[in-house]
């Protein structure tokens, strides 16, 4: 069974991403007790599936690594992971939260040892490769997951792999009689940051995203460029395997976009400018980037990272929104369209297009199980006639890691502030 200790002056953090982890540790760190609730098996969301940040170039591992420190350090902080958030009732000071739990089928006596990965056969979609390649169905997500323990997943519960993993198991780590589980804690605030979800290409119909396979998006492009991706780090077309030294970056796919997302999403034009770094990298003078865009949008500490770009005699910069995608009898993605400068028409060959898609929320909003108000695209806004419930990061606007981290903060702040109250009202 899962045991969770909790009171009415316990800050409940929904979402174990880069804000998540953030918004926990900012309140633990100040005495408060945290539960800090995730659906995937591992912390780190979305920015632990980046091969770098921008502007400075630098791996996620860093900071990952130094919130996981000071986590596994704080024992006022308890994580659940595979566990989601079905119900939230009472008022600010005085939640009641049902939580759904999954079963992992591996309990803590787990030295991540793979000795159970060894002997499965079946194999599963790459979720954290967003679905690029596939995993055995014993499995560690990634390289640095916390909690450091294998899965197993369910569709192999019953079968002779999920006996041979139990068997090739010298902890006695798998418990093949894990069940979901339903619990019910306390809280007096919640932090709600369950982060963003990359926008549907599909939905985005002249760009023939599912059709053509070499056209991908940029948060696939991002695990193909990492060395611990699926394919080392070459950037190769998913069609034929061949190396991709000619690559367009779509702007706006599906943003500032009535159809679509109405909203800018911020990230996008800085993402792809870091990723022609990658192809930079790769292939060096060989690498060529096109990006075709709107507007480019490198605000503040950002204008220098693009000017540099923009000074790469390697990268080409189109004014324009592709109209659409066809594709010639070799495979390559043809990008057809008007440059805005000069009014010129083009039909562009690439080896590879990727799709710079918006950021929507995880959860919208109307989704989420307590009264909160969310703007037109779904994120929450503040709300102060439930004033015990805040959005951080992702959750409340489409933001960067460094933005997004601070507006964890602040909702830390505003909890710690609400069941300072609570206890103040106790004593």
């Known amino acids: ?86 119900g939230i009732s009472g008022t600010k000071g005085d939640y009641t939260v049902n939580l759904k739990t999954t079963p992992r089928f591996v ?37 640095m997951a916390y909690p450091q323990r294998y899965v197993l997943d369910a569709s192999i519960i019953g079968t002779p792999d999920a006996d041979k993993a139990k068997a090739a198991c010298k902890y006695n780590a798998i418990d093949l009689g894990q ?14 940051a369950t982060g963003w979800q ?22 696939e ?4 460029a990492d060395p611990h991706g699926p394919t080392g780090g070459k950037i190769l ?19 500032r976009d009535e159809n679509h997302l109405r909203h800018c999403s911020r990230f996008c034009c800085m993402g792809s400018l870091k990723q022609t770094h990658y192809v930079q990298e790769a292939y060096g003078d060989e690498g060529k980037s096109t990006i075709y865009y709107i507007d480019i949008r490198a605000i503040d500490r950002f204008e220098d990272f693009y000017a540099k770009v923009k000074a790469n005699p390697n990268v080409s910069f189109v004014k324009s929104k592709v109209a659409r995608i066809s594709e010639d009898k070799d495979r390559n993605p ?25 950021m929507q929320p995880s959860v919208k909003g109307v989704d989420i199980p307590a009264e909160v108000m969310a703007d037109s695209s779904g994120f929450i ?37 609400v069941v300072n109250k609570v206890a103040r009202a106790e004593a």
């Open 381 to 417: 806004m503040a709300d102060p006639q439930n004033a015990g419930i805040f959005g951080a990061g992702c959750a409340t606007n489409a933001l960067d890691v460094n933005r997004a981290v601070q507006s964890a903060t602040a909702a830390a702040l505003r909890a710690i502030q």
């Open 107 to 143: 309990n803590e006596n787990c030295t991540a040892c793979g000795e159970c990965a060894k002997v499965v056969t079946a194999e599963i979609d790459d979720a954290f490769n967003y679905n690029l390649g596939k995993i055995k169905a014993a499995y560690l997500p990634h390289a």
């Open 1 to 86: 069974m899962t045991s969770v200790v909790a009171t009415n002056q316990t800050i409940l953090v929904v979402g174990g991403g880069i804000s998540g982890m953030t918004a926990a540790l900012e309140a633990a760190e100040t005495g408060k007790h945290v539960v800090l609730v995730e659906k995937n098996p591992y912390l780190g969301g979305r920015t632990a599936q980046l091969y770098r940040y921008f502007p400075k170039m630098c791996h996620p591992t860093c900071g990952l690594e130094i919130n996981l420190r000071r986590l596994k350090a704080n024992p006022r902080i308890q994580v659940l992971t595979m566990a989601e958030v079905t």
């Open 221 to 224: 492009f991002e695990r193909l």
């Open 334 to 358: 043809v990008c057809w369209g008007v440059n805005t400068e000069g009014y010129v028409r083009y039909s562009n060959p690439h080896d590879l297009v990727v799709l710079a898609v918006g």
């Open 179 to 192: 069940k979901e589980e339903t619990v019910s804690l306390k809280a007096g605030a919640i932090v709600w």
């Open 237 to 255: 077309r998913p069609s034929d395997g061949k190396e991709a030294k000619n690559i367009a970056f779509i702007q706006c796919a599906g943003s």
């Open 198 to 219: 990359p926008y549907d290409a599909e939905k985005i119909t002249p760009y023939r995203y599912g059709e053509f396979p070499n056209v991908i998006t940029n948060v």
